[in-house]
């Protein structure tokens, strides 16, 4: 069956470090990946998407790789801040126009 | 001004009560959807709806059953409220001319069913 897994349900890391969430998948073959951010209390964000073609994909300090072969995406925020703090979900869409599977997520604490 | 919004942010309710949770989004997107959350927050899709064509999940039972009165909104009805269905709810929007399909998500509606 298919299946999506995010590293950790939690990881710590200190302030100005990078940090490193991995979302992994089976029986999957997605054209699009995308990373969200969730706040408690709130709804998920969109932060970048990369597709089956690219290897990766950057914005500001974050940084999404894509690797088809080995079923994985890596999420990192270089320099990261106690704000960074927050839940990361990865997002699988099959193809253009189908829906989006969620992971369980990575709940990210960035310590001063 | 918001741009995916929900109504009630807050609903607690009785085990066979009917309620319903609004969603409406400003943004001129043609998809919207509706997500159930959990207690283990995993996100699952329950329903997306484009261009008046509902695209229904299996595994949700039809007590649930969304209502879209136009393209900026879209409700959902639930009949025989259970237990189980406590949960926070999302409504999404998306325009289905952006490759990759990125979703806005509203802020969510926390049920309790007692």
């Known amino acids: 069956s298919q299946k999506i897994e995010q590293n950790s349900e939690a990881l710590n890391i200190q302030e100005g470090k990078t940090a490193t969430l991995t979302c992994n998948y089976t029986n999957y073959s997605p054209a699009y990946l995308q990373w969200y951010r969730q706040d408690p209390g709130r709804g998920p964000v969109f932060l970048l998407l990369?597709?089956?073609?690219?290897k990766e994909k950057r914005k500001e300090r974050l940084k999404v790789t894509f690797d088809t072969t080995l079923k994985q995406s890596l999420f990192h925020i270089t320099a990261s801040q106690p704000a960074d703090s927050a839940t990361y979900l990865c997002?699988?869409?099959?193809?253009?126009?189908?829906?989006?599977?969620f992971g369980p997520g990575t709940r990210l604490s960035v310590l001063p | 001004d918001t741009a995916v919004s929900q109504t009630p942010k807050y609903l607690v309710t009785q085990m066979g009560n009917d309620k319903s949770i609004k969603c409406e989004q400003n943004l001129g997107h043609d998809t919207m959807y509706w997500y159930k959350q959990d207690s283990k927050k995993f996100l699952k899709i329950m329903f997306s709806y484009n261009n008046k064509e509902l695209i229904i999940n299996e595994t949700v039972p039809n007590r649930f059953s969304p209502k879209s009165p136009d393209k900026a909104h879209l409700n959902l009805h639930i009949n025989s409220l259970e237990l189980g269905d406590s949960a926070v709810y999302f409504c999404?929007?998306?325009?289905?001319?952006?490759?990759?399909?990125?979703?806005?998500f509203g802020p969510g509606t926390r049920l309790t069913v007692t």
């Open positions: 990369i597709r089956e073609n690219e």
């Open positions: 999404a929007s998306s325009h289905t001319g952006t490759s990759g399909t990125e979703q806005y």
């Open positions: 997002a699988l869409q099959r193809s253009y126009g189908q829906n989006f599977v």
